[in-house]
């Protein structure tokens, strides 16, 4: 059986949302937790809160567009607790807004943290696991990694991207024991919102998500059922929605 007990899980983003709610969740299950993500008191002053509930946990400052230091983020973690079991890459942005408005610096920021930081995770932790002959990667899509709407075109591209390298992922990994889920949520109540850079998108997707979004636990428990499955028993998609969330 493999359970979330003394597993060592990266994870990006965990400053905020459904890194956080993860960090909480699988912190309060025995997993030592390394929080990474560019504000550097909200991560460290969670892992002083989860180290004094009796768990283990680490903060490190890392900005997933640098490769080099999402690399240190993970070398941090191994050289800690000598291996990584679960590296899960969620950082990511959702400034929408159409094409006419021509947005390149949003364009540019999420392709740089929603893609390529999710590869530079991938090429951080991928020769550790494959070394190990164990591990796990999680990938965060979301439903615009399933559907695109107007407004919502190059964030959906990049979330599909992430569909595409968690799948070719899974089948290269074969041979070294590794698992791959990619899960893909709904409207969730978290910070996301405010990377919206259009203030009359911004204002629709806040009212929105005030009716509809429901709690970031709901993310850390899809991962809890990923990771908690035996380790034979790769979960390789997990697609969810608040009940009551349309689209
Ligand atoms: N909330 C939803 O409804 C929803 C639905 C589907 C998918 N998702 C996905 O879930 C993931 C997490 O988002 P969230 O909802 O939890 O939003 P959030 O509360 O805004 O959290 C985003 C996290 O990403 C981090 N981040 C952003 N840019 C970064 C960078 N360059 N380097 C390192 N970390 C960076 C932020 O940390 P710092 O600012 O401290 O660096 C923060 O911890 C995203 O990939 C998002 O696309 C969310």
Redesign the pocket.
Known sequence: MSTIQNKTVVI??????????TARLLSSQGATVVL?????E??ESLATELNRKGGRALAVT?????PE?VQALVDTAVKAYGRIDVMI??????PHSPLERRKLDDWN?MI???IK?VLYGIAAALPYMQEQKSGHFIN??????HKVRPGSTV?AA??HA?RVISEGLRQEVKPYNIRTTV?????????????VTEADIAAGIRDY?AKF?IP?ES?AQAVAYALNQPEEVDINEILFRPTAQEL
């Open positions: 990006t983003g965990a400053s905020s949302g459904l890194g956080e709610a990474g993500a560019r504000r550097t909200r991560i890392v900005d997933v567009t640098r230091q890459n969620n950082a990511g942005l959702m920021q740089d943290v929603n930081g965060v899509s979301s439903v615009a990694g964030y990049t979330k992430v899960i893909s949520p709904g409207a969730i109540a978290t910070n996301l919102p405010d990377s998500y979004a970031a993310f």
